[in-house]
């Protein structure tokens, strides 16, 4: 069975996110990832993955404005300085929260933002975010994300962008961070993808397409996938990332029925 984790910013939102832990201890979790650490102090959050026994499986570097709609700022050469200064404080959340892998956000690209230039920011940037990791020797995960239906513009919305961008970065501690909900709609033959690209992939999230919400109410067969997983013998965490149509608690049966 994958090692699975509750994502807080999408499951249990019916309640405050402190309490969200608990929730997601008693549902049977020991893993909980969220978008963005930064509005609570660190303490704070370690004491209530402390008091649940959770493991903090990752979050995001600070990503620009994120209600105003912004998405990731490593691909903007005006916000260098705020992406490098982003990574730090990312790095002091992950040191207190014993956090092993953070996810970068690439952004995306304005259109007076000329393509090259969009992409030779994300290479400095992603080197300079990989070898402050390793550092700590943390792994830096980058997300393909959906520009069909989610995020326009994305710069990196595919598989084949991210792994063209972990090439060229070349750096060891650059993993793949798969969402089966974003592959889904944007390239499909979700198994076989696995199969491929399972080297690389540093982290996984699901959610059924369409809808973004839990297994059952979508195309997505996850049985057959997360059983494709179990055996490529993949051993990182695998993070239920979708908008319950109901509470949270009546949305895992894909969870109870593995277990
Ligand atoms: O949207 C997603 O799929 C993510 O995982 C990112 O963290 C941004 O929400
Ligand atoms: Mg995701």
Known sequence: MPRFAANLSMLFTDAGFLDRFERARVAGFSGVEYLFPYDHPAPEL????????LTQVLFNLPAGDWDAGERGIACLPDRVTEFRE????ALEYAQALGCRQLNCLAGVRPGDLDEDQAWVTLVDNVRYAADRLAEWDLTLCLEA????????GFLLDSSGRVMTLIDEV?????????????MQIMEGDLIRSLEC??????????????????????????????DAIDRLGYD????????????????????????
């Open 170 to 182: 070349a750096r060891d501690n650059v993993r793949l961070q798969y969402d089966l909900y974003h």
């Open 236 to 259: 990182g965490w695998v993070s239920a990332e979708y908008r319950p149509t109901g509470r949270t608690e009546e949305s895992l049966d894909w969870f109870r029925g593995r277990g």
């Open 46 to 53: 370690a004491r209530a993955l402390r008091d649940h026994g």
């Open 197 to 226: 690209l399972l080297p690389w992939i540093g982290h996984i999230q699901f959610a059924d397409n369409p809808g973004r919400h839990q297994p059952g109410t979508g195309e997505i067969n996850f049985s057959k996938v997360f």
């Open 86 to 89: 982003g990574v730090e404080q």
């Open 145 to 152: 994300i959906n520009s069909r239906v989610d995020m326009p």
